[in-house]
């Protein structure tokens, strides 16, 4: 089972059973995975540039 310190951030996995105040167990959520607040922005193609022209003949 997976464990995250609630107050280091610390990510631990054991089969043993974890206590104390700052220890919760951590959802099947991947670390690294974590959803943020930002949405990707699909408006880009592979090499990243965006198909807007709002920045067009500003050269």
């Known amino acids: 089972m ?8 610390a990510i631990i ?6 206590s104390g105040e700052n ?4 959802t099947d ?3 690294g ?3 943020s607040g930002k949405q990707k922005d699909d408006s880009s193609d592979e090499n990243g540039t965006a198909d ?3 920045k ?3 050269e």
Do not use: L
């Not at 220890?23 to 951590?26: I, N, R, V």
């Open 23 to 26: 220890w919760e167990p951590q």
């Open 52 to 54: 807007d022209d709002s």
């Open 33 to 35: 995975k974590k959803k």
């Open 2 to 9: 997976r464990y995250k310190n609630t107050k280091t951030g």
């Open 56 to 58: 067009a003949g500003t």
């Open 13 to 18: 996995e054991t089969e043993s059973e974890v």
């Open 29 to 31: 959520e991947k670390p």
